[in-house]
């Protein structure tokens, strides 16, 4: 039982495609993440959700947008993708914002290659 | 610009050895400080934390070091295993905000 899933593992398209990442968790954490790993291996965190309301958007391209239709499930969809935004991205969840552990835990990644 | 720094990208130990594995950061207000530990083809995985309240937190073979003045952060192992091989990621932020800026990371080799 995979506590943070990602689909797909890996992803190739070409430039101008519209792709969508999905993320889901079974931990029951009311906090999602979105972070991307860039070529020089930084993970930036981009997006954050909390109990399916966006509390981070770090400045990322209008192209991206997250989607959560709920608590367990935070889906990234991409538009017009550009040679750029090849990278591994990565879904994360953890406890309410504050509380308990801050640890997060993180989904096996997306290696999104375009080409 | 990166608020957290580690700036060994890569350490060679050997095994039964110590690993000392070393983060800075740059923002005076983080108040927390997490390790990461990722093997290829997954996701990281959370080692051990720290609060700014504190200056050490051990579990087991690891152990983390804070110096606030400092604005350091370390990740001591003891003893090394091979299976300790891995990438090493140090994160830190704010705690309330529950958002945390990571390192590039640092490959850890443990030869056996």
């Known amino acids: 039982d995979t506590a943070v899933s990602q689909t797909p593992k890996y992803l190739v398209t070409q430039m101008g495609n519209d792709k969508s990442i999905k993320c889901e968790q079974n931990l029951g954490h009311d906090t999602m993440y979105w972070y991307k790993q860039d070529s020089k291996k930084f993970l930036k965190i981009m997006f954050s959700y909390n109990n399916k309301e966006l509390i981070i958007n770090e400045t990322v391209p209008n192209r991206f947008s997250p989607k959560s239709p709920d608590k367990a499930h935070l889906n990234l969809h991409i538009n017009s993708l550009e040679l750029g935004d090849s990278a591994v991205y990565f879904c994360?969840?953890?406890?309410?914002?504050?509380?308990?552990?801050?640890?997060?835990?993180f989904g096996q990644g997306t290696r999104l290659t375009v080409v | 610009d990166q608020q957290v720094k580690q700036n060994s990208p890569s350490l060679s130990v050997q095994e039964g050895r110590i690993s000392i594995l070393n983060c800075d950061y740059t923002n005076s207000m983080f108040d927390y400080f997490l390790w990461y530990k990722k093997y290829p083809a997954e996701g990281p995985t959370f080692l051990i934390s720290?609060?700014?309240?504190?200056d050490k937190n051990e579990d087991g073979r690891f152990t983390v070091f804070l110096n606030k003045s400092a604005k350091h952060l370390s990740l001591h192992i003891v003893p090394s295993q091979p299976g300790d091989s891995a990438v090493y990621f140090c994160a830190a932020g704010k705690r309330n905000f529950n958002k945390f800026y990571f390192g590039s990371g640092t490959k850890l080799n443990v030869k056996p």
């Open positions: 994360a969840s953890s406890s309410r914002q504050g509380v308990g552990n801050t640890e997060a835990f």
């Open positions: 720290i609060s700014s309240i504190k």
